[in-house]
């Protein structure tokens, strides 16, 4: 605690060196800290931040009244955001007559997201657009029920640079083309999984919005013309083409002789692209960057190995599920000397020898997959630790020949390493894990199915690798309560874990689990030793928690869950499938959790149709989607299903 001389010498800084003290301050958890010092500190934080994340709906006026200099609001975990809302937030803030309109937090603000906002419509966008004269990125993306005329209040925002309207569902050409003719100035645009959208939208937007620098047309029916169309954008860096099934070789023609900036393009999953379409995109940009193809090519042709002789500037390259032979690894080394991310999940003819002769060369690499390639052994990765020592993320899955000799040259040379996905690679043992855990930057580590680690191996992750926040344990039976006591003692920046199936964990590991206290995501299936003494345990220490999976923890009583009912607040997805939740605890659970959004309710042992519906009923004005014991479908009212689906609830039926 501060002396009163240190308060009094720190009171004493000028507004305008305190603000400059707290633009230092990059965590949020340190901004906080600072905000609660003194009125004063109070004071400088509301007039210096720029970008608010709202997590329940209820404190936006107060936010909005306390933060009048926002240029980034992030609305996204606000499920309950409707036209209604926005038209009370743009009138005024907070309670009383003499609050100040709201006008001033909108006139500066310039991205606004508003992804998943299901309850939003155009009344709400047209205010919002027409309230933020500077608004320049806006995210609707998963707003499934948008369309037309949500994108025609969309266009009235003409300074508008940057538009994300993925799987905006009910968006058609005539939607594009208010947005192509309204914003203009459009930089960025991700269109992925607007089905409704053809060529025609296509080709208006490339001719009125000629500034575009990012296009992103994933999944989308387009065809060859609108290829044709896209090739006459001048600006073009970036462009998506994932799984768009109608282009073929023919289209990426016209690419070659236009887009003459193109840097970045995706055609993974495009069945009609082969090595000849990609001759054509690499033949005409030398200069490109990222060449992403996993998927859509059966092998790597030669004549396309040699044209990748001049990308030289080549930084990523994504080549999955094609065949690729030890010639072709020596030619990528020799020529694309600036490679720092390679792509080989599933690549057939991926060797030891071809490993070695790829990382010879490629000495700056940061990521490497190598999901399901079979036949590297220890071999290979020596030689890629030896090689990229400054490797970030390596994907190893299915790579069972790997043992503890492998992952001691990790340990020993790779010690940049943040992500290493182990998962089903049964020679990794306890004391490969002790190798590993010298890697003290490992902040993603996944160890699914690898049955012979223990809580030995656990202890040394928990003693050495601090700065994990993910971990996957997906049916490591060996792993028990003690190896989460290791665990929890050391990994306290742990925000995702997977303990599914792992039978050997009781309430105990749990009670260990409650203390991590930045805990988000927790996967639990099938632990059959724990009971509502365990759950209680991980509710009440871990507040941040938002994703919760306990499908089949039978054993779990009512006390558990009204103890998540009372402390997971923040809880947006449950799992409680095949739990023994009466009535009354699913409805307060439902009820209570005013932030859920999902929820997976199958094979409800002890709630009867008449719970289920009242669950339903107390949480149907948030919920989002909803899986459900499929005879219910003819069980529960016809109204509790019309209000549900009026609500743009999507039901699931198991």
Known sequence: MLSFQSSKNVLSLTEDLLVRIYELLAAESDRKSFRLVCREFRRIDSLTRRHLRVIRIEFLPILLRKYPRLQSLDLSACPRIDDGVVSLLLTRVGPGSNSPSLGHWA????????????????????????????????????????????????????????????????????????????????????????????????DLLCKKCVDLKYLDVSYLKVTNESLHSIASLLKLEVLGLMACPLIDDVGLQFIERGCPSLKV?????????????????????????????????????TALLHQMKNLNHLEVIRIDGARISETSFQVISANCKSLVEIGLSKCVGVTNMGIMRLVSACINLRVLNLTCCHSITDTAISAI????????????????????????????????????????????????????????????????????????GLSYIGSNCLKIHELDLYRCTGI?????????????????????????????????????????????????????????????????????????????????????????????????SYCGISDMALCMVMGNLSRLQEAKLVHLSNSTVEGVELALRACCARIKKVKLFAPLRFMLSSEILEILHARGCIIRWD
Request: charged share 25%; proline share 0%.
């Open 385 to 456: 630790a030896y090689s990229c020592r400054s490797l970030v993320c390596l994907k190893l899955e299915s790579c069972n020949m790997i043992t503890e000799k492998g992952l001691c040259q990790l340990g020993s040379f790779c010690l940049l390493l943040e992500e290493i996905d182990l998962t089903d690679c049964c020679g990794v043992n306890d004391k490969g894990l002790e190798y590993l855990s010298r890697c003290s930057e490992l902040s993603c580590l996944k160890l699914g199915l690898c049955t012979n680690i223990s809580n030995k």
């Open 107 to 202: 006139w500066g603000l310039k991205s606004l997201v508003l992804s998943r906002a299901t309850g939003l419509r155009f009344s709400g966008l047209e205010m919002l657009t027409r309230a933020c004269p500077c608004l320049e990125s806006v995210d609707v993306s998963y707003c499934c029920g948008f369309g037309d005329r949500e994108a025609a209040a969309l266009s009235s925002a003409v300074g508008l640079r940057e538009l994300n309207m993925d799987k905006c569902l009910q968006l058609t050409d005539v939607g594009l083309a208010k947005i192509a003719v309204g914003c203009s100035k459009l930089e960025k645009l991700s269109l992925k999984w607007c089905m409704e959208i053809t060529d025609l939208g296509i």
């Open 265 to 301: 393009i995706d055609v993974s999953r495009c069945e009609g692209v082969s090595s000849s379409g990609l001759i054509y995109v690499v033949r005409g940009h030398r200069n490109l960057l990222e060449l992403n193809a996993g998927y859509c090519l059966s092998e790597l042709s």
């Open 480 to 576: 028990g309560d003690d190896g989460l006591e290791a665990l929890s003692n050391g990994c306290k920046k742990l925000r995702k874990l997977n303990l599914s199936y792992c039978n050997a964990v009781s309430d105990r590991g749990l009670a260990y689990i409650g203390r991590l206290e930045e805990l988000s995501d927790l996967e639990m299936r099938a632990l059959h030793k724990i009971t509502g003494v365990g759950l209680e345990a991980v509710a009440v220490g871990c507040k941040k928690l938002a994703d919760l999976d306990m499908k089949h923890c039978e054993k779990v009583g009512d006390s558990g869950f009204w103890a998540l009912a009372y402390y997971s607040k923040n809880l947006r997805q449950i799992n409680l």
